[in-house]
């Protein structure tokens, strides 16, 4: 099954307590992407990841890395969290080609973040 | 600056009428594309519609379709026939790039439709 799987799933942490979300694609995607979504805000695109090693900050990407060394994964790191980080975050895939809706982007199951 | 505005935070209609969420953007590119994304209450990301910049007809998914007009920059959702499985937030989102990829995404901020009995 095509799917976008992410972990953990739901995570309450402390502030400056490193963190990784994992992100992991089985559909051979060169695109990959993380949002974080917050009410009255839509989704605001972090990182994004055109293939591997390529990688290129979205709207909000401060306090936030990543890293592309496979194609199927794209971990999100919060080196020192902090609770203006306190989230839901969605890790997403696609094709990278323009022109038709090949491109849809595919989502994860999302992770919700609490850090206190 | 990229630029997506979705002008109704919530919306009620009549099961089985016809609803229109309002999606306006803003870009300089001339290569962009445009969706429409579903989230039910259980929070999944669901694809419903997508506008290239360079169709010359409007889109149409099933019972959804999209009102595409360039000029104004508007890519306004219609759903006919609502459900009440259609009760979600709506969102418009944008893809930009060249002509040959796309790369950032800019998301709306949502329409929360409500579907009356």
């Known amino acids: 099954e095509a799917q976008v799987t992410q972990n953990p799933r739901y995570l309450i942490t402390v502030t400056g307590k490193k963190l990784t979300v994992t992100c992991s694609q089985n559909?051979?995607?060169?695109?990959m992407s993380w949002y974080r979504q917050d009410p009255g805000l839509g989704l605001r695109q972090i990182y994004y990841?055109?293939?591997?090693?390529?990688?290129d900050k979205g709207d909000v990407p401060e306090g936030y890395k990543v890293s592309r060394k496979e194609k199927r994964n794209f971990p999100l790191i919060l080196e020192s969290p902090s609770p203006n980080q306190t989230s839901l975050y969605f890790c997403a895939s696609s094709q990278r080609t323009s022109g038709d809706r090949d491109n849809e982007q595919f989502f994860g199951p999302g992770t919700r973040l609490t850090v206190l | 600056a990229q630029k997506i505005t979705q002008t109704q935070p919530g919306m009620f209609v009549q099961e089985k009428e016809a609803v229109t969420l309002d999606c306006t953007y803003d870009t300089s590119d001339p290569s962009y594309g445009l969706f429409w994304y579903k989230q039910p209450s259980s929070g999944e990301m669901i694809f419903l519609i997508y506008?290239?910049?360079?169709?010359?007809q409007n889109a149409t998914e099933g019972r959804y379709s999209l009102n595409f007009q360039k000029a104004r920059k508007s890519a306004n959702l219609v759903i006919s026939a609502s459900q009440l499985g259609d009760s979600a937030m709506y969102f418009c989102a944008m893809r930009e790039g060249t002509e040959t990829s796309y790369d950032k995404v800019i998301f709306g901020p949502g329409t929360s439709l409500s579907v009356i009995p």
């Open positions: 559909m051979n995607h060169e695109y």
């Open positions: 990841s055109m293939n591997v090693e390529v990688t």
């Open positions: 506008q290239g910049s360079y169709d010359q």
